[in-house]
């Protein structure tokens, strides 16, 4: 069963570093999404993604934040500028298209600021 | 503001026992409500719902949405040890959820 994949799946860094974190979504899929969960917290959205431009964000992804598709497979969050309150899991998501609106989660990459 | 509460908070019962676990939102631009499953890490499709009345089904798991009065119920019958987990609620609003903060269900042999 097609599944969506993250990389990697813990990743730690120092205060203001950049750090990109990889998602392959399910091959067949248009919408792309990227969420975070603060350890104890909920899970929130940060952006949504859809024929290579953003569709939506929210005010935590703020100008430190990017998303790319560089190719036809990844898509890629980039914090530029780590703080230590970026500290958390990050999930991708995907769905396959209009009237398809089940998102689809990866595992998630858990990141460490410190 | 757009919310989605879930209640209890927690949950511990013995295998065999059924439980239902809650979910109401406020919302402004409602689309679906999506029922997921947390384990470790990614959270799992469980069910998504749309018309109101209309029951999903999957084995022991059901769950059914009220659109007059926001809610959303998952049923769990017969639990077994493997359905402990943090169970997820999310309203997608318009193509972005909005999640709860979870039900962690706990079944003890």
């Known amino acids: 069963e097609p599944e969506v994949t993250q990389t990697p799946s813990h990743q730690v860094t120092q205060m203001g570093q950049e750090v990109i974190l990889r998602c392959v979504p399910i091959?067949?899929?248009?919408?792309f999404y990227w969420y975070r969960q603060i350890l104890g917290q909920k899970v929130e959205f940060l952006v949504s993604?859809?024929?290579?431009?953003?569709?939506?964000k929210s005010e935590i992804f703020d100008d430190q934040f990017s998303v790319e598709r560089p190719d036809g497979s990844n898509f890629t969050l980039k914090i530029r500028s780590t703080k230590l309150e970026d500290s958390a899991m990050y999930f991708c998501?995907?769905?396959?298209?209009?009237?398809?609106?089940?998102?689809?989660f990866g595992p998630g990459t858990r990141l460490t600021v410190t | 503001e757009d919310k989605v509460v879930q209640s209890p908070l927690s949950l511990v019962v013995h295998e065999g026992d059924t439980v239902t676990l809650n979910c109401s939102y406020e919302?402004?631009?409602?689309?679906?409500l999506l029922w997921y499953k947390q384990e470790k890490k990614a959270p799992t499709f469980l069910f998504m719902l749309?018309?109101?009345?209309i029951e999903k089904k999957s084995g022991r798991l059901s769950s059914i949405l009220d659109k007059k009065e926001l809610f959303s119920i998952l049923n769990i019958t017969a639990t077994q040890t493997g359905d402990s987990a943090v169970y997820l609620c999310?309203?997608?609003?318009?193509?972005?959820?909005?999640f709860g903060t979870g039900t962690r269900l706990q079944v003890f042999p």
């Open positions: 998501a995907s769905r396959r298209g209009d009237y398809s609106y089940e998102q689809y």
């Open positions: 091959s067949n899929h248009l919408y």
């Open positions: 993604f859809y024929n290579n431009e953003i569709s939506e």
């Open positions: 919302v402004t631009n409602f689309r679906s």
């Open positions: 749309t018309s109101s009345g």
């Open positions: 999310a309203v997608d609003n318009t193509d972005k959820l909005i």
